[in-house]
């Protein structure tokens, strides 16, 4: 019925990536182009005492200086959609370091570049402030990224604790990480007309339209928010950020069109980052290792501003079956600018707390880590009781062992030369977020198929699975399919993610071409074929029904703009899994290397396993960054992040991935959470991995390691005793 | 990064004139223009002397030795026959440096002169460096200093020279050659690189205005010789510590043995009093071999977050020793 759906289509978009065809809002040109550069503040709290832009002005080629004094105020606009709540160059008082004081518009980025060297401004610093747990605040619950109450509680936790035979509490941290996409994000924004149109990186066309047109005051119809390709996003591009509100201004103010791209260093302080976070675990857990009760609270930094929250307790919630459970998420401000939801937020650190905890129970109750997970598999949603809308772990548990030879695997660690060799694993969870999401497809008389939806490319395999889905329910090659995309002038989608991109979007697609088979259907039953006549394609239908083309709209809607977890509806709604690794450390010289992974996966129907597959060895990957070598740190005396460069800042490398990563997906279908039967998997498979290589190591050496990232530092000398 | 000229000298004599009136040589300028682009040099002309004649040239020397062409690319260095057979350490060396793309492009005397990686050093604005900016102070003598030096560091500067090849060329006793106004002239590997003095992190290297380096001369070959790069992530990143080791073998005994240490100090680290500690040693006697190393680590000084270096530094020397005596690379 469905060959489209399900079927390991290749990427569509590889060619036009690895040959550079491929065009980022930084190719776009325009003629009168002018190109900005952005001063920024060396400081991280104070004010901005003066500022002479007369040397940058001499620069040639410098066309303007823009300071405060030359913006609009801007009006109040909700976190997301802007990123952050109080917008830059509007008043003198300097909040981060990186924070923009200026922009200096010239005819080439050279010149920009230049001037902006040449800004001469004066600060007044206050000291930095550096995070700590001790002064942690309740999130208010104004700001849209506090979407879930920062405390649960269900069940009498000191009780269960006091009942428990065994008992593990520990702290485990981690540093602020950053998303570093590969692309810069860049805006160029040209006004015609009183219309303002934006090439630019983003997630989330729709939401720098709405960003945009509040902050400015604009009709959202009067923005148009152009996205062809974005170099990857994480989180990074997902809200509106200054980029694009600074490059819109000064194309205002210039009445030219200006091209505003961040420096590598502005990736680093005006997109965001995974905050720092300090987490507690409590467990407590009968002789059988059933668990009687589970503590899991957590602080995250966020800016002086803003109330950004990472919910460490969200896989928790989630996850095991317990009779009490209480759950904290806390902020505590620092000068620092705003973190942002990055790749496996909320779950992604939350579950390397939740899971070295667990492997610190099993070894406890002398029991294997993985019986300790069968033990408490929880049947009905932990936090509230509501029945899954699916939920196949057990099997991915199952499945996922037997590939990576779990049972068998040596007790003891085993040694390769210098090299000794650690097990472990760690379950995998993360809520389902869903947006509505419309898609319209055009059958032209040509035999062509024009696929519409406003969403994104990221890079994660959207140019290819939405017209997959289309042509399979077509019953037509997917060569005929043209996608048009990221461009708010086509019909509306949700933001590429919270991992909701396939199932939201590809549910509008799968209904408006069902609507136009239903419609194709109309027409030939009004204009019977001669009986007897072979089966007629489509096109000719049209062709004989004298049309030169018929368009359908499709829909996703849940009555509500935004669904976590499913609570607009009767199910709870989270994908599942397990992931296995092999690490091997070399204690002396405090090397590790991961030698072999099994991802195992409970996440719905899968869609186009090729593509999927590459995203679960990208999240696997991206685990193992967070695991060995990820942190921003951020010196304290000058409060600012020591690197913000790709060559300070140590992410994984194609050596460091090993090519025996083996990824599965548990058969399966969700009734309940869209009509394609699929939910999300974009995040997951960075969830658990920094748990398993932790309790890996622990198996290996006997060291556990609490502290993100697992450095030569803390290795060490592991084992020796 | 500042408007500059480029000069295209065809001959090495306008290459030294070019760069004694200030020019700054430009080879592969894979660290040149990453310099000008942060702003830790601003050059206002670059003499290119990438096209200088017969200075990529590698060959033998008369007395059994080597010598490397300073504009010889990395890659081309590793791939040559003579260093393959002769030189393993060196090898080695280049090959854990950079990505592949780099070495097809770093030239092996640029390679030498590339600069400290200190992070605050190398920031996209001027912090307090005195390397960067003289007299601003040392942000990273009570700052981040996990990856600073552990020996010759003075309270002006704590941080380390980055090269790989240059770790495995101090092992291999290389010498410098370089031509000036004043002529030429020749600098043993050791001397090349200085260390920071009390009054401030005055020059990286020896080398005088307007000289240029001509070749690297290695002496005879050194078979039995490997290279140990300690990292969080396996490829593309420097040194948390290296080691370089040449070994003369008589059956499983030492009769020489030549180690450097990488990315402990601002140049090279040989370890004299150890590598004398070692000769007459037995490749088998772990124990032996770790008490010899043991007082060059005495000497050490570590930083606030840098302790764990030192016992690192100390295995990774061991480390290499055991890597030669089984002849296998790492
Ligand atoms: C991302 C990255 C990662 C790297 N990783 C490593 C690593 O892991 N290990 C490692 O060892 N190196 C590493 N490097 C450094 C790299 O090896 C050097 O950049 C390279 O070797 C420099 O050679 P070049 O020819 O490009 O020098 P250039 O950039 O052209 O010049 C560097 C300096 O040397 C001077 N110079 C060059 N040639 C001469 C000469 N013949 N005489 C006098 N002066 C000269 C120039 O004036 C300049 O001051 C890395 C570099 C980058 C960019
Ligand atoms: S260690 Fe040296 S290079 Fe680094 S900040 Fe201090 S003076 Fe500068």
Redesign the interface.
Known sequence: MNEGLGSPMPRRDGRIKVTGAARFAADVKLPGLLHAALVTA?IARGRLVALDPAPALAVPGVARVLTAADMPRFAAVTTPPMATAVQPMQDDVIRFEGQPVAIVLAATP?AA??GA?RVAARYAADAPLLFSGERAEVPSRESFYVFEEPDLARGDVPAGLAAAAHRVAARYHQPPRHHNPMENSATLAVWEDGRLTLHTAAQWTYGVRYGLAGALGLAPERIRVLAAHTGGGFGAKGYTWPHQLLAAVAAQVTGRPVRLAY?R?QMYTMTGYQPEVAQEVTLGADAAGRLTAVRHASVSNTSLTDDYIEFAHAGSAGMYATPALQLSARMARTSLNIPMAMRAPHEGPGMFALESAMDEMAHALGMDPLDLRLANHADADPSDGRPWSSKKLREAYGEGAALFGWRERPRQAARDG?WILGTGMASCIMTVFRFPASARITLRADGQVVLEAGTQDIGTGTLTIFPQIAAGELGIPIERVTLRHGDTDLPETGGTFGSSSTACVGAAVQDAARKLRARLDGIAALQPASLGAPAEAPEALLRRAGLADLSAEGRYEFGRPFDAAGHAGSHAMRTFGAVFVEVAVDP????M?LRRAVGSYSVGRIVNPRTARSQMIGGITWGWGMA??EAS?V????GRF????L??V?I?????IPADIRIHFVDEVDPHAGPLGAKGIGEIGAVGVAAAVANAVFHATGRRIRDL?I???GL??AGAG | ???FTLARPASLEEATRLAAAGAMPLAGGTELLNWMRL?IAAPARLADISRLPGLDAIAPLPDGGLSLGALARLNDVAAHPAVRAGYPVLRQAIHKAASAQLRNLATIGGNLLQKT?C??F????S?PCNRRAPGSGC?AL???N?RHAIFGWTEACVATQPSDPAVALAALDAVVVVAGPAGARRIPLGDLHLLPDAAGAAADTALRAGEIIVAIELPGPAPRSAY?K?R??????YA?VSAAGALVLDGRTIRRARLALGSVAMKPWRLPAAEAALAGLSLDDTAALRAALEPAFAEARPLSHNG?KV??AR??A??VIGMIAEGHAP
């Open positions: 060396p050279e570049e230049a060297a420096t260093a210098h002396e010289l405090g090397l290397r060995a070598m740190v010196d304290p005396a000058l020591l690197s913000k460069n060559s300070g140590a994984p490398v194609n050596a460091d990232p450095l030569p530092e060490l000398g | 990064m500042q408007p702003g990686r992070a605050y190398r920031a996209e604005e912090l942000a009570h700052g981040l996990e140990l300690i969080e992530r396996e490829s593309y990143e948390l764990y016992p690192l295995n990774a061991l480390r």
